[in-house]
């Protein structure tokens, strides 16, 4: 059905989309040393929140529902490599 991106932890999934998706039963799940990614799973959905990041994204149907563990691979690797090495640039001093 979809992949709705937020790249602000202030974005969040229209109420249309709360009703139509994330709605039955969940499941939650939380990724990361300090448990800064959260999956939440519903019946038709699955809606990814990464704090860390401030990213949230919302997984609709159910092929792109399988699409959540890619990403959470994604994040976590992201996450891995930006604490090994904080300084994304470097002075020309250097």
Known sequence: MGVF????K??????????????GETEEHVF???EEILLVVYDEAAYLKDDREG????????QDKQKVHDE???????????????????????
Do not use: C, W
């Open 32 to 34: 990361g040393e300090d």
């Open 10 to 23: 202030y974005a969040a999934p229209t109420k249309e989309q709360r009703e139509r998706y994330m709605k």
């Open 72 to 94: 959470i691979r994604r994040m976590l690797e992201e996450h891995a490599q930006k604490k090994q090495d904080p300084k994304e640039f470097s002075s020309g001093n250097r």
């Open 5 to 8: 991106r937020y790249d602000s």
């Open 55 to 62: 990213v949230r994204i919302l997984f609709t149907g159910v």
